[in-house]
């Protein structure tokens, strides 16, 4: 399974198995900054703020925080050294992940902001010219649904998050 999120643009390219996570963007801070997003996140976050290129966390911060000051990298770990080393104040990527690197990262003083910034479904991408292949994984996902594996699985591996329905 890839996070990979389901967009109208990707559809264009693949076709996607029945999503089996609800998620959606979050944020990654220094935990001396976490009290700034007690009360929700603010329009303007404070800061530059770290993307992965070209993803939907890139897309989120160019449409939502336009004037705010952005800072692109290759891989979440390289923005996850850059946020350590106060070179951004905060990092927004796809929930899972942010959970990863705060879990990484723990000892480095890096926390979640628990405040999904987008509403996202998580889903297996497959080619379009193999719909027997869709048949039988979007039956496979149904089979582990109704009988709680998938929702185990989710839950021993990103707690946080629920199946999606």
Same mark, same amino acid.
């Given at each position: 399974m890839?996070?990979?999120?389901?967009?109208?643009?990707?559809?264009?390219?693949?076709?996607?198995?029945? $999503?089996?996570?609800?998620m959606g963007q979050m944020a990654l801070v220094r935990r001396e900054d976490v009290n700034m997003y007690a009360l929700g996140f603010p @329009?303007?976050?404070? =800061?530059? /703020? =770290?993307? /992965?290129?070209?993803?939907? %966390?890139?897309?989120?911060v160019?449409? &939502?925080? %336009?004037? %705010?000051?952005?800072?692109?990298?290759?891989?979440?770990? *390289?923005?996850?050294?850059?946020?350590?080393?106060?070179?951004?104040?905060?990092? /927004?990527?796809?929930? $899972? @992940?942010?959970?990863?690197? %705060? =879990?990484?990262? &723990?000892? *480095? =003083?890096?926390?979640?902001? $628990? /405040?999904?910034?987008?509403d996202e479904k998580a889903a297996w991408a497959l080619r379009k010219s193999d719909p027997e292949l869709l048949t039988t994984v979007n039956a496979a996902l149904e089979k582990m649904q109704k009988d709680g594996r998938a929702d185990a699985i989710i839950k021993r591996w990103i707690p946080l998050y629920q199946m999606s329905k």
């Amino acid at each position: 399974m890839s996070c990979m999120t389901v967009t109208a643009a990707r559809s264009l390219r693949v076709t996607f198995a029945r $999503p089996y996570l609800a998620m959606g963007q979050m944020a990654l801070v220094r935990r001396e900054d976490v009290n700034m997003y007690a009360l929700g996140f603010p @329009i303007m976050p404070r =800061g530059v /703020i =770290g993307v /992965i290129k070209a993803t939907t %966390s890139d897309f989120l911060v160019q449409q &939502e925080f %336009s004037r %705010s000051t952005c800072k692109t990298f290759k891989t979440p770990q *390289d923005a996850a050294k850059a946020l350590v080393k106060k070179k951004i104040d905060l990092f /927004i990527c796809d929930a $899972p @992940i942010v959970a990863w690197l %705060s =879990g990484m990262h &723990e000892v *480095d =003083g890096l926390v979640p902001v $628990p /405040i999904f910034l987008t509403d996202e479904k998580a889903a297996w991408a497959l080619r379009k010219s193999d719909p027997e292949l869709l048949t039988t994984v979007n039956a496979a996902l149904e089979k582990m649904q109704k009988d709680g594996r998938a929702d185990a699985i989710i839950k021993r591996w990103i707690p946080l998050y629920q199946m999606s329905k």
